[in-house]
């Protein structure tokens, strides 16, 4: 049986600014089992990365966790082990920093690909440098013997061995990405997170890049959550997707139910605003309007001012998350009626 490795419940991130604050993570809910892909989805600002870095308590500084957030990590809740009540702001939690507990999970059992490879290494350290300190500061071992894990990594990510003592320019958007990911991989950890990992490259990169990380996922049995913007990314390589939308999950499901039986109007409107390769050619259909001010988010569903299925009661309550079929969830006073009825372009 599966075994489960993460569980995020009720997380909700907030974030204060000097007009008031900004609802960016609301009441998010899911879990991830060993050696599961899932991908989270939705437009850009819709709250994916903060969740990724809610994860890992990788906040910024403004950032405050909702009281009743949880996030367990194989059974030990990290908001409960690494943040305190605010002394500011009554009914939230407040990260702290440099916890030597939180310390030893991130990229030791947690680790990241960060968003823009590009820019992810430091210039001025040779590339292997930076990977072979990333092993140091967690493990007991010689620098000699980091340096020849990292010779294997180099292997097993598709880069030459006598590149390690380049300098991050020296190298190729593609290479820098495989070395971001054996930097991921570098203290075989249990999940990484991987912030729109190949959101720089070009398709033909990006197809043999996903085809490394899911070979990769594969053989070292590492759980993954895959952030984008790119539905197509995930298609072929999660288990399972998580939409989000404007600070809320609408939809959660195998990557099948999402693709094939959607059951949320937002995740339709993504299919339809996606090119499909197969099947017939369609025009395809951009979103009318934009996602809500999250500092002033809409009272009842936040996607209702974009939504062609909106009704009086879609912009007074907000929208309960209802379960169409055995695992699949979505966020929609219709989702029971829509659920079969949708039809993203994708199908
Ligand atoms: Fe559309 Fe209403 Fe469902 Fe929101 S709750 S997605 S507005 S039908």
Redesign the pocket.
């Known amino acids: 049986m599966a075994k489960e490795l993460l569980d995020v419940r009720n997380l909700s991130v907030h974030y204060k600014i000097l007009a008031g604050w900004v609802y960016a993570v609301d009441n998010v809910s899911f879990k991830l089992n060993r050696g599961e892909t899932m991908g989270l989805v939705g437009e850009s600002g819709c709250g994916k990365t903060t969740t990724g870095y809610g994860i890992t308590q990788l906040l910024a500084s403004n950032a405050y966790i909702k009281d009743g957030s949880k996030v367990i990590f194989d059974g030990k809740d990290f908001v409960e082990m690494s943040t305190e009540p605010s002394k500011k702001f009554s009914g939230y939690r407040k990260i702290i920093e440099y916890h030597p507990e939180m310390r030893k999970y991130r990229w030791k059992r947690i680790s990241m690909i960060f968003q823009g490879a590009m820019n992810a290494f430091n210039p001025v350290f040779k590339v292997g440098d930076q990977i072979i300190e990333a092993i140091l500061t967690h493990e007991d071992i010689t620098e000699e013997e980091a340096r020849k894990r990292v010779e294997e990594l180099y292997k097993l990510v598709g880069i030459p061995v006598d590149r390690i003592d380049n300098y991050p320019h020296e190298y190729s958007g593609g290479m820098k990405q495989r070395a971001m990911i054996a930097m991921a991989l570098a203290l075989n950890p249990d999940l990484i997170i991987a912030d729109e990992p190949t959101t720089a490259l070009d398709v033909v990169t990006q197809d043999k890049i996903l085809g490394e990380m899911a070979r990769l996922q594969k053989e070292k049995d590492v759980a993954m959550i895959i952030i984008t913007h790119d539905v197509s990314v995930v298609a072929e390589m999660a288990h399972k997707m998580a939409v989000m939308y404007a600070g809320h999950l609408?939809e959660t499901g195998t990557t099948r139910q999402i693709f094939k039986e959607t059951a949320?109007?937002?995740m339709e409107a993504l299919l339809k605003a996606f090119p499909s390769i197969k099947g017939e050619r369609k025009r395809l259909k951009a979103i009318p309007g934009s996602p809500p001010d999250l500092s002033n988010p809409p009272k009842?569903?936040?996607?209702?001012?974009?939504?062609?299925?909106?009704?009086d009661?879609?912009?007074e309550e907000e929208?309960p998350v209802v379960e169409v079929a055995p695992g699949h969830f979505?966020?929609?006073?219709?989702?029971e009626e829509?659920y079969g009825e949708l039809g993203g372009e994708a199908k």
């Open positions: 609408v949320h109007p937002y009842g569903c936040r996607f209702a001012p974009r939504c062609p299925y909106a009704k009661i879609c912009l929208p979505s966020k929609c006073h219709f989702a829509l």
